[in-house]
């Protein structure tokens, strides 16, 4: 089983920065993936960048690309999300999930999810 407590969002201007933690319970943390997802006012939950148990693989949305960057500490049992060069688009409840083995971009795929936090971004 694994807990997971989302922090770090905010009210930030159009090109600012914000940086996300996701905190997970539990000894096996090293070996879960991690991803972060997003969900808008009225639009579907949406895949944003994951990352492997040994922090060797990511993946991220194109719509983040060059701007976001996860990366995680195992030895404290956290993932984090970097955002650069915020625009309002990215205004959204931001959720952590994990699940074991290799990365995955879908949902569906992650059996642990955070109860997220809101990150909004003012034009």
């Known amino acids: 089983q694994v807990q997971l407590v989302e922090s770090g969002g905010g009210l930030v201007q159009a090109g600012g920065s914000l940086r996300l933690s996701c905190a997970a319970s539990g000894r096996t943390f090293s070996s879960y993936a991690m991803a972060w997802f997003r969900q808008a006012p009225g639009k579907e939950r949406e895949f944003v960048a994951a990352i492997s148990w040994s922090g060797g693989t990511t993946d991220y949305a194109d719509s983040v690309k060059g701007r976001f960057t996860i990366s995680r500490d195992n030895a404290k049992n956290t993932v984090y999300l970097q955002m650069n060069s915020l625009k309002p688009e990215d205004t959204a409840v931001y959720y952590c999930?994990?699940?074991?083995?290799?990365?995955?971009?879908?949902?569906?795929?992650?059996?642990?999810w955070g109860q997220g936090t809101q990150v909004t971004v003012s034009s």
């Open positions: 999930a994990a699940r074991r083995f290799r990365v995955v971009v879908t949902a569906f795929d992650y059996d642990y």
